[in-house]
């Protein structure tokens, strides 16, 4: 791949990413909150928000993990199936990152 083709790459993906999560965004949130599903998962197993995240995230890993598997066995995958995939983790890895700083601001405004 050449320098031009990879930068579209991150250029694209990091487009694409921006587009998602303010389309999901307004699906999933309530009453102006970003964490709603997360939450009302903690709500419901008794796990943090942030755990509830990692099983979501979970799936997203497994089907990358499943897509190299077959990738060394030959099979290639749709550039849309890599996007889709690679994306959605992106996602929520962003929705963790922003959830560890709401609760360290929030932890040291308590504090």
């Given amino acids: 791949m050449k ?8 250029s694209d993906t990091l487009s694409n990413i921006n587009d998602t ?43 990358i993990s499943d897509l190299t598997d077959d990738l060394a066995k030959g099979k290639l995958p749709s550039i849309q199936t890599v996007n889709e995939k690679f994306d959605d983790n992106i996602i929520y890895l962003l929705i963790k990152k922003a959830m560890f700083i709401d609760k360290i601001k929030n932890e040291t405004r308590e504090n």
Avoid: A, C, M
């Fill in 3 to 10: 320098e031009k083709e990879f930068k579209k790459v991150i």
């Fill in 21 to 63: 999560i303010i389309k999901k965004g307004i699906e999933y949130r309530r009453e102006n909150n970003p964490f709603h599903n997360f939450e009302k998962g903690e709500s419901k197993t008794g796990r943090t928000r942030e755990q509830v995240l990692d099983g979501f995230l979970l799936k997203h890993e497994i089907s």
